[in-house]
Antibody
Framework: EVQLVESGGGLVQPGGSLRLSCAASGFIFSSYWMHWVRQAPGKGLVWVSHINSEGSSSSYADSVKGRFTISRDNAQNTLYLQINSLRVDDTAVYYC???????????WGQGTLVTVSS | QSALTQPASVSGSPGQSITISCTGTSSDVGGYTYVSWFQQHPGKAPKLIIYDVSKRPSGVSGRFSASKSDNTASLTISGLQAEDEADYYCSSYRSIRWVFGGGTKLTVL
C-alpha cells in the first residue's frame, strides 16, 4: 500500500524557516517524481514544487521561487521541502504527492499544517 | 485567482447527474491530455478520481466520467449519492508546472 506521511509543520513567525519531510513507503520511491501541493485554510489547491526521480531537477511556483527548496533522499525514501523567509500567506496544509498514474498526482499524504503568524 | 475556472458550487438530488466544468487555456487544458480530477471531503486529503482526461483509477466508481473539448474539461457524476458531497478540483499540466481550478462544492440535496 502506498503511504506518504508528512511531518515538520508547526507555528512559525514571519521570516522564519521550517523543513517539511515526507516519508514514503509501499512503492519504489526512487522511480517516481514527487511534488508538494499546498492548501490555505478554506481555499483551493496550489501546486508548489516538483523534483525528478534522481533529485537532479526541480521546478517551483513563482510565489515560492527563491524561498523554497525541494530535495529528496532516495536511500531514506524521504522527500523534503525547506521553506525560508516565511510569509503569512504561506500558511497552509502542505501535501506530499506522487506523480504516478499516467500524468497524474495519484497519491497524496495527509498533509502537514504550516501556520505563519506573529 | 486560480489558473483554471470552475463553478463555485453545484447541487443535485440523489439519483440525478451533475456536470462540473473546468476552463483553462491552450497552454494547459487545451494543449495537453493531462487533465485530472480530485475529490476532497472535509478535513481529508484530495483523492484522484480521473486522470489523463477520462481514465478512472482502479477502485473509482464508474459513476464518475469525464471529457475534454478545446480548453474546457468536464466531470460528470451520475446517480448522485450522499457520499458524493465534497469539493472537486480539476488540474492540468502546464509546461513543467501543474495548475488547479478553484474547486467546486457539490451539495447533494
Amino acid at each position: 500500500e502506498v503511504q506518504l506521511v508528512e511531518s515538520g509543520g508547526g507555528l512559525v513567525q514571519p521570516g522564519g524557516s521550517l523543513r517539511l519531510s515526507c516519508a514514503a513507503s509501499g512503492f519504489i520511491f526512487s522511480s517516481y517524481w514527487m511534488h508538494w501541493v499546498r492548501q490555505a485554510p478554506g481555499k483551493g489547491l496550489v501546486w508548489v514544487s516538483h523534483i525528478n526521480s534522481e533529485g537532479s531537477s526541480s521546478s517551483y511556483a513563482d510565489s515560492v521561487k527563491g524561498r523554497f527548496t525541494i530535495s529528496r533522499d532516495n536511500a531514506q525514501n524521504t522527500l523534503y521541502l525547506q521553506i525560508n523567509s516565511l510569509r503569512v500567506d504561506d500558511t497552509a496544509v502542505y501535501y506530499c504527492v506522487r506523480w504516478g498514474l499516467g500524468w497524474s498526482l495519484d497519491y497524496w499524504g495527509q498533509g502537514t499544517l504550516v501556520t505563519v503568524s506573529s | 485567482q486560480s489558473a483554471l475556472t470552475q463553478p463555485a458550487s453545484v447541487s443535485g438530488s440523489p439519483g440525478q447527474s451533475i456536470t462540473i466544468s473546468c476552463t483553462g487555456t491552450s497552454s494547459d487544458v487545451g494543449g495537453y491530455t493531462y487533465v485530472s480530477w480530485f475529490q476532497q471531503h472535509p478535513g481529508k486529503a484530495p483523492k484522484l478520481i480521473i486522470y489523463d482526461v477520462s481514465k478512472r483509477p482502479s477502485g473509482v466508481s464508474g459513476r464518475f466520467s469525464a471529457s475534454k473539448s478545446d480548453n474546457t474539461a468536464s466531470l460528470t457524476i451520475s446517480g448522485l449519492q450522499a457520499e458524493d458531497e465534497a469539493d472537486y478540483y480539476c488540474s492540468s499540466y502546464r509546461s513543467i508546472r501543474w495548475v488547479f481550478g478553484g474547486g467546486t462544492k457539490l451539495t447533494v440535496l
